[in-house]
């Protein structure tokens, strides 16, 4: 299993090049840039000896893009999605996790099963633009601070197994397991071999602590799904250099305890 970390500037990606990561998990709204400063962004991007094996947040918030409910505009949410996969290939991305809380709420009184008719279309729509790309797409159950809709790797699974032409897969967050009060090793082991990727962090966000035993129950249950992709270090870190390294450290060292497959 590879280790990365999400980045969100290009000082913090500067500065994860000197830990001991495998790959680097882009956040969308840093390719926000202006037109006349993306070609400078990139360069200094890529001068960093780590690959950006996968971008989060491929519908930036400042676009306030909505694929759910009354006010749905899949034009305008696939435009921005497409733009930010655009400029993720740039940069050699291969797996776009959407999450995206904002754009998926479900407004009060409106129909489930409309919800769920047009997040499919739109994922869809999402997965066809990212494989023309060379991108996989895997959709991120997020706990219910963030969204309403799609809050478990069950309903995750769900929403993909009903998806005409397939193709998407699921991001296990431990995060957003754990805030939702949900069995680590039933979560992922519903989402089985649709995992497409894994995030972690601190519990809750930010705090620092681990949970040990909890992230050695996540690697070890995404392990036995057969899932040797990445592993995302997604943190709220207030110094990066120091706190994604004592992070780093901390997974270093959860997968190599869990043996040879997972290390």
Known sequence: MRLGCVVRSAPEAEQAA???????????????????????????????????????SPLPRRFACRVVGPDADHARALEVF???CDRGAALDVRIVVLGSGQARGVPPGFPSQGALAQFRD????????AAERGMTVALE?????????????????????????????ITADCFHIMSEGLSVADEVAVAGCAVGHAHT????????????GTQKEFVASLLATGYRGGLTIEDDFADFGREAAEAV???????SAAGPSAS
């Open 18 to 56: 000197g830990l001991p990561l495998d790959y680097l998990e882009i956040k969308g709204d840093l390719l926000c840039a202006d037109r006349a400063d993306l070609l400078a962004l990139n360069r200094r991007l890529r001068a960093v000896d780590l690959p950006y094996t996968a971008m989060t």
């Open 82 to 84: 497409t733009d930010l």
């Open 141 to 169: 159950p997020l706990n219910r601070t963030e969204t309403n809709f799609v809050n478990s790797c069950a309903e995750a699974r769900s929403v993909i197994d009903g998806l005409d032409g397939g193709g998407v897969r």
């Open 122 to 129: 739109f994922l869809g729509r999402a997965r066809d633009v």
């Open 249 to 255: 450290d901390v997974f270093r060292r959860i997968l």
């Open 201 to 212: 962090s601190s519990l809750p966000r930010g705090s620092g602590d681990f949970h040990e």
